[in-house]
T-cell receptor
């Protein structure tokens, strides 16, 4: 069974440019998470979806970040415009939602903003 | 005070050593405790998950929780070079799926 798929794996952009990350969760997983991981830090939750509904987006910087999960399956996280401080790894995770104790993580997208 | 504190290391041990990794947390509302392993350029993967105080063993790995001291530990016996990774503790409240992670401890096991 395929795990959580993310693309691209690496992205280099100049500041003020837009960027988008895509995530396809494990089949059947209703809950999807986007995390931000800075170098030398643990992941920090940006947004959590239950099916297509964003149930926790309190940590998402809404002035420049947006996310969608239109059909309750795959999801896109966008940054517009990107800033130097956005350089980090963006991780997507999914869980079954029935208890949801185990979150399965994708490999992440490493963003570098120049 | 951060909700969870973890010594980032790095920690370097010889093969076969017993490794002890630790985290402390500040809020007694946290009920679920997890350890994740993260290899370089990979996402975290769940190693151990526990709810109650006490020990939980899985092969060479033992997770220990002391709720009275707000202290969690991961022990690795007979450490192997393949255990070289960053180990992240994570905690969660009962009714909320949000995980709060420690900074992670970078472990290197030398052959």
């Amino acid at each position: 069974e395929a795990g959580v798929v993310q693309s691209p794996r690496y992205k280099i952009i100049e500041k003020k440019q837009p960027v988008a990350f895509w995530c396809n969760p494990i089949s059947g997983h209703n809950t999807l998470y986007w995390y931000l991981q800075n170098l030398g830090q643990g992941p920090e939750l940006l947004i959590r979806y239950e099916n297509e509904e964003a149930v926790d987006d309190s940590q998402l910087p809404k002035d420049r970040f947006s996310a969608e999960r239109l059909k309750g399956v795959d999801s896109t996280l966008k940054i517009q415009p990107a800033e130097l401080g956005d350089s980090a790894v963006y991780l997507c995770a999914s869980s079954s939602g029935a208890g949801g104790e185990e979150q399965f993580f994708g490999p992440g997208t490493r963003l570098t903003v120049l | 005070q951060k909700e969870v504190e973890q010594d980032p290391g790095p920690l370097s041990v010889p093969e076969g050593a017993i490794v002890s990794l630790n985290c402390t947390y500040s809020n007694s509302a946290f009920q679920y405790f997890m350890w994740y392993r993260q290899y370089s350029r990979k996402g975290p993967e769940l190693l151990m998950y526990t709810y109650s105080s006490g020990n939980k063993e899985d092969g060479r790995f033992t997770a220990q929780v002391d709720k009275s001291s707000k202290y969690i530990s991961l022990f690795i016996r007979d450490s192997q070079p393949s255990d070289s990774a960053t180990y992240l503790c994570a905690i969660r409240r009962g009714s909320n799926y949000k995980l709060t992670f420690g900074k992670g401890t970078l472990l290197t096991v030398n052959p």
